[in-house]
């Protein structure tokens, strides 16, 4: 059974084709010209100003968003755990010319050369972190590389999702050159779900591979994302509906969270 995100990686932009990646840009750029600190614009001359105008994308998978806020004018670095998926951002950096700086790590180590303005993790990336301590360090080391001011943007899949409309389920496809089946199963004592995801991968001529992997991920309540957000020094600034832009209520499946940056001074 290979890891989480190896095999995936290969199909992984054709399966998620319908992901509204430019809906998340405009409401991203919109949320910083908003709250936060960050400017689109590179090679500030000013050492400083240019730390305040990084964004790092945390979770950037293939680095769809990533390039789509580069071409916004941000200057980007992206950060994932998957040695395959970053393999494909490269190439699509390759091909577009831009200077996206990726790195390999696990966001609940991430270690970074200097502050950002502002950080970005969204596709539920942080439904991955299982434990809610582990979640919080995510939170503390975010609030640490965060410019003074700068914001954190993010999205969640709440617990009610998984527990109500996609735990338990079977979701299957069949596409050109690939075919996949995803077998949910959720724990609601531990708030896990579990997803089982063969795929057939078409390799030579009228031959396909199958291939599973398995992933975890966690339910969360906006209720347990605040006070983890509080507990690790972060300032709450707005948490709504991402399907509704609405209030959030007892059937929100996704929620967005911006989060401020806290107790640092600029020096």
Not at 39 to 67: I, M
Not at 203 to 228: D, K
Request: glycine share 6%; with cysteine.
């Amino acid at each position: 059974m290979a890891a989480a995100y190896s095999d995936f990686a290969a199909v992984y932009d054709e399966l998620m084709d319908a992901t509204p990646y430019e809906e998340w840009r405009d409401r991203i750029v919109k949320l910083i010209q908003k709250y936060g600190v960050s400017k689109p614009q590179r090679n500030a001359e000013d050492e400083l100003t240019s730390e305040k105008n990084l964004v790092l994308d945390l979770g950037c998978g293939t680095g769809t968003l990533t390039e789509l806020l580069y071409e916004q004018g941000y200057d980007m670095v992206g950060v994932d755990n998957s040695e395959a998926m970053l393999g494909i951002a490269m190439e699509k950096r390759m091909k577009t010319g831009s200077d996206i700086l990726y790195i390999q790590q696990d966001m609940r180590e991430l270690s970074l050369y200097s502050t950002v303005g502002t950080v970005i993790s969204v596709c539920d990336s942080l439904n991955y972190i299982l434990e809610q301590e582990e979640l919080k360090t995510v939170f503390e080391l975010v609030n640490n590389y965060l410019f003074p001011g700068g914001i954190f943007i993010f999205d969640f899949n709440t617990d009610y999702k998984y527990r109500e409309v996609i735990g338990d389920t079977v979701i299957a496809e069949n596409r050109e050159d690939c075919s996949f089946i995803w077998e949910n199963y959720y724990d609601e004592e531990g708030h896990i779900n579990e997803y089982d995801l063969t795929l057939f991968l078409q390799r030579e001529g009228e031959l396909f591979e199958r291939v599973t992997e398995t992933h975890f991920q966690r339910g969360y309540t906006p209720e347990e994302i605040t006070a983890l957000l509080l507990k690790a020094g972060m300032e709450l600034v707005e948490m709504r509906d991402a399907d509704t832009d609405g209030e959030i209520t007892k059937t929100s499946q996704r929620v967005y969270v911006v989060a401020r940056e806290h107790a640092k001074e600029i020096g």
